[in-house]
């Protein structure tokens, strides 16, 4: 009778000792394939980016997004304020608004060369609005159509081309329309100046 009573403990010890490697054996599995580390991925936001430029709208992409922005501000070599570049588009509408691309970035190349020359004044409002001997420098202003003129994004991308630094004006400082503009006037520009080229409506010319 103590032999079979010591038997059985001895066989439920023995089912208890393999239940239990058993039950740390499956968890040293569970362990042995888990990952080392885990990684987790964060979407960030893409955040619209300060690029000066024309204006116009464009678009970055980051991975597999892309994101559309507006360009936030104007790149100028010029330094112009805000004032200035107002009356520069204004100018350049009033002078050359049937002109194409190329003839408005000329007429915007002249109004930039006299702020950059000793022989004019220092900013583009100077410059616009200059009167000598009772003459505006430029017949807009003069016949007051300049303050009607309505700018274009034609005009804008023109101008801002410039002012990003692209100077096709050869160092012009003076342009005019012989078809429209004083005999006597044309007599002095052919007399008194360097002619470069025609281009559109009007004729450039630099100091002689």
Same mark, same amino acid.
């Given at each position: ?61 980051? %991975? ?21 570049? &107002? ?16 003839g408005k970035m000329l007429v915007a ?21 200059q009167n000598q001997g009772g003459v ?16 274009? &994004? ?15 004006? &050869? ?22 100046l360097v002619r470069l080229f025609a281009? %559109? %409506? ?7």
């Open positions: 009778m103590y032999k079979r009573f010591l038997l059985q403990m001895f066989l439920c010890n023995m089912l208890f000792c393999t239940g239990w490697f058993c039950v740390r054996g499956i968890q040293a599995n569970r362990t042995a394939s888990a990952p080392a580390f885990q990684v987790f991925f964060a979407e960030t936001q893409v955040q619209p980016v300060a690029d000066k430029s024309s204006g116009t709208s464009r678009k970055v992409a980051s %991975g597999q997004r892309v994101v559309d922005y507006e360009v936030l501000e104007r790149e100028d070599k010029y330094g112009l304020s805000e004032e200035d570049y &107002e009356i520069l588009l204004k100018i350049v509408q009033a002078e050359a608004g049937t002109e194409d691309e190329k190349g002249v109004v930039l060369n006299r702020v950059k020359s000793p022989r004019f004044p220092d900013t583009v409002r100077d410059v616009v609005f505006y420098q430029f017949s807009p202003i003069a016949n007051k159509s300049y303050y009607a003129v309505s700018v274009t &994004e034609d005009t804008k991308a023109a101008v801002d081309r410039v002012l990003m630094g692209e100077d096709i004006s &050869e160092g012009a400082l003076y342009f005019a329309a012989r078809k429209y503009a004083d005999s006597e006037k044309m007599r002095w520009f052919d007399r008194a281009y %559109g %409506g009007h004729e450039f010319f630099t100091a002689g």
